[in-house]
């Protein structure tokens, strides 16, 4: 199948799916939790966009010092003129001539363009799937490996999804990768939205039998693949990766979620990874909690409008309440806020952002939050909080301008009081991962999650941690980073540092409501 009729077929495919309705092969949730669904309804004619910016030029020889095991995800319609060794694609995990295994787990996958990206010798392909959440395949390439094609699917309860994104790889040295994309499996999710990959280094067959304890990352992936409770899994995957050496991801903590009640996932879990990291409050330091997700939960109570990310991941993250504690008033909230220097930032695309990128209204369909049902949940972020964040605009490169990011980052920086955010930071920590902003994706200190979700956290220590903007370093304007040789590289989709909302004329996209606006193509708004 041609790249244009897949395209074609998959936008009919998700065309007729209802993304503001509950279903249960869908990722929504109730009032009180959030909805996780990908996808996108429409497609639209393309044009390049002119978009006025400042020229931060640096030299090739800067850039090319910068070395990072985060990777862009290239876009066929905004990169196709664009190259550089920041970006990864399909055709470059899957095509490997050297692949013998891969195992795929998603939430969504269009066969007809996974299946293309392969290598014709590749022995085994597993993919793990929600069933009713696989596109079947039709094109001449994708049958040619049918025979070779494993699908373990599994039911998942109502308003719960198996939204984790991660490619374990082997070869025929013995050896193996970890890719966690950002994307789904079909062609729009990875060339719409912005998308990026953490890549694992190559690890090789080891020279010893498993034995828990030689590394938590191997430990805590064993873990995670066991929540599934499937043989095919324990047979399949496991066993295979009891074969690997792990050490090499010594400095990376592996985190998931799972609806399983047998073992500690979601925010519970990450916040005993970090509960030794809270420092002193008496330096007088401003501590920053980001966070960049393509959905935004619901509140978590419809009596105080209270938000995850404000009102239970930092305070238990920052030592203020434990997981077990009672949710804290608004009011509350925003006076430890205040004592202890505590700076909220949510990046989330304005109605503009996307309005204007060169896609338009084409690239809406991943960003979900929903606030016109409580509109006292969204003032209170917006106002109260001042928490929402977005692209600078005069940051912003002309190939991609403010086309939104579809990745997941959380992460946690420490600055002086009142200073200016710089295009590169030092962070405390970073976790990179597939978990939405959303009780569905993290539970809360004391409800666990219901969701399946996969992440990689790292952590600033003898190896600094530095975080910058690929806008930066791929498209040739200069980030100012000359990093030590051994540090830790996060680079980010999003320009940094990114700015606050302008009150008066920004607002959060909202896919529930009609623009009556059409976009930079003259498309209008497809609103039901």
Same mark, same amino acid.
């Given at each position: 199948?041609?790249?244009?009729?897949?395209?074609?077929?998959?936008?009919?495919?998700?065309?007729?799916?209802?993304?503001?309705?509950?279903?249960?092969?869908?990722?929504?949730?109730?009032?009180?939790?959030?909805?996780?669904?990908?996808?996108?309804?429409?497609?639209?004619?393309?044009?390049?966009?002119?978009?006025?910016?400042?020229?931060?030029?640096?030299?090739?020889?800067?850039?090319?010092?910068?070395?990072?095991?985060?990777?862009?995800?290239?876009?066929?319609?905004?990169?196709?003129?664009?190259?550089?060794?920041?970006?990864?694609?399909?055709?470059?995990?899957?095509?490997?001539?050297?692949?013998?295994?891969?195992?795929?787990? #998603?939430? +969504?996958?269009? !066969?007809?363009?996974? &299946?293309?990206?392969?290598?014709? =010798?590749?022995?085994?392909?597993? $993919? @793990?799937?929600?069933?009713?959440?696989?596109?079947?395949?039709?094109?001449?390439?994708?049958?040619?490996?049918?025979?070779?094609?494993?699908?373990?699917?599994?039911?998942?309860?109502?308003?719960?999804?198996?939204?984790?994104?991660?490619?374990?790889?082997?070869?025929?040295?013995?050896?193996?990768?970890?890719?966690?994309?950002?994307?789904?499996?079909?062609?729009?999710?990875?060339?719409?939205?912005?998308?990026?990959?953490?890549?694992?280094?190559?690890?090789?067959?080891?020279?010893?039998?498993?034995?828990?304890?030689?590394? #938590?990352? +191997?430990?805590? !992936?064993?873990?995670? &693949?066991?929540?599934?409770?499937? =043989?095919?899994?324990?047979?399949? $995957? @496991?066993?295979?990766?009891?074969?690997?050496?792990?050490?090499?991801?010594?400095?990376?903590?592996?985190?998931?979620?799972?609806?399983?009640?047998?073992?500690?996932?979601?925010?519970?879990?990450?916040?005993?990874?970090l509960s030794g990291d809270v420092k002193d409050e008496a330096d007088g330091s401003a501590h920053h909690y980001l966070c960049q997700s393509s959905t935004v939960g619901a509140a978590l109570s419809k009596k105080t409008?209270?938000?995850?990310?404000?009102?239970?991941?930092?305070?238990?993250?920052?030592?203020?309440?434990?997981?077990?504690?009672?949710?804290?008033?608004?009011?509350?909230?925003?006076?430890?806020?205040?004592?202890?220097?505590?700076?909220?930032?949510?990046?989330y695309p304005t109605v503009e952002e996307i309005r204007t990128s060169p896609l338009g209204w084409l690239c809406s369909g991943w960003f979900h939050f929903n606030y016109n049902r409580d509109m006292a949940h969204y003032?209170?972020?917006?106002?109260?909080?001042?928490?929402?964040?977005?692209?600078?605009?005069?940051?912003?490169?002309?190939?991609?301008?403010?086309?939104?990011?579809?990745?997941?980052?959380?992460?946690?920086?420490?600055?002086?009081?009142?200073?200016?955010?710089?295009?590169?930071?030092?962070?405390?920590?970073?976790?990179?991962?597939?978990?939405?902003?959303?009780?569905?994706?993290?539970?809360?200190?004391?409800?666990?999650?219901?969701?399946?979700?996969?992440?990689?956290?790292?952590?600033?220590?003898?190896?600094?941690?530095?975080?910058?903007?690929?806008?930066?370093?791929?498209?040739?304007?200069?980030?100012?980073?000359?990093?030590?040789?051994?540090?830790?590289?996060?680079?980010?989709?999003?320009?940094?540092?990114?700015?606050?909302?302008?009150?008066?004329?920004?607002?959060?996209?909202?896919?529930?409501?009609?623009?009556?606006?059409?976009?930079?193509?003259?498309?209008?708004?497809?609103?039901?």
């Open positions: 199948m041609e790249i244009s009729e897949c395209r074609r077929a998959v936008a009919e495919r998700w065309s007729k799916v209802e993304y503001r309705s509950t279903q249960v092969r869908s990722c929504s949730d109730d009032s009180s939790a959030s909805t996780d669904i990908e996808g996108y309804s429409d497609e639209r004619p393309l044009k390049k966009v002119k978009q006025e910016v400042i020229d931060l030029t640096g030299s090739d020889e800067e850039i090319e010092t910068i070395k990072s095991d985060f990777k862009l995800i290239r876009s066929e319609v905004l990169d196709s003129n664009v190259t550089s060794s920041h970006f990864i694609s399909f055709e470059q995990i899957f095509g490997d001539q050297t692949l013998k295994k891969s195992v795929l787990f #998603s939430y +969504q996958y269009d !066969l007809d363009f996974l &299946l293309s990206q392969f290598h014709s =010798k590749v022995e085994d392909i597993v $993919v @793990v799937a929600q069933t009713g959440t696989i596109r079947s395949s039709s094109g001449s390439e994708a049958i040619a490996l049918s025979d070779r094609l494993l699908v373990i699917e599994f039911n998942m309860p109502q308003f719960t999804c198996h939204h984790s994104k991660m490619i374990i790889n082997f070869y025929n040295d013995g050896s193996c990768r970890i890719f966690m994309p950002s994307n789904n499996f079909t062609y729009a999710e990875a060339n719409y939205p912005q998308q990026v990959c953490w890549c694992s280094p190559r690890l090789k067959r080891a020279d010893r039998a498993y034995v828990r304890g030689s590394s #938590s990352f +191997q430990d805590s !992936l064993v873990d995670y &693949l066991g929540t599934y409770k499937l =043989k095919k899994i324990s047979e399949r $995957v @496991v066993s295979s990766i009891k074969t690997i050496d792990f050490s090499p991801l010594q400095d990376v903590t592996f985190v998931f979620s799972s609806p399983s009640n047998e073992i500690e996932s979601g925010l519970q879990s990450l916040a005993k990874i409008h209270s938000n995850l990310f404000t009102h239970v991941f930092i305070p238990i993250l920052h030592g203020i309440t434990s997981p077990k504690s009672k949710l804290l008033s608004t009011e509350t909230v925003l006076n430890e806020f205040k004592l202890k220097h505590i700076v909220p930032h949510l990046i003032n209170m972020l917006a106002k109260q909080f001042s928490v929402f964040r977005k692209q600078d605009p005069r940051r912003i490169s002309q190939t991609r301008t403010t086309t939104p990011s579809h990745s997941k980052f959380y992460m946690k920086f420490t600055t002086e009081l009142d200073a200016e955010l710089s295009n590169s930071m030092s962070l405390d920590w970073c976790l990179y991962t597939s978990s939405n902003l959303s009780r569905t994706a993290w539970g809360t200190g004391a409800a666990r999650p219901r969701n399946y979700e996969v992440g990689v956290l790292l952590k600033a220590g003898p190896r600094e941690l530095i975080c910058a903007s690929f806008t930066d370093v791929v498209y040739r304007n200069s980030s100012n980073l000359k990093p030590k040789p051994d540090s830790q590289i996060v680079l980010v989709p999003f320009t940094l540092p990114v700015v606050p909302y302008d009150a008066n004329q920004d607002e959060a996209f909202c896919m529930s409501k009609d623009y009556k606006l059409n976009d930079i193509n003259g498309m209008p708004y497809p609103y039901d």
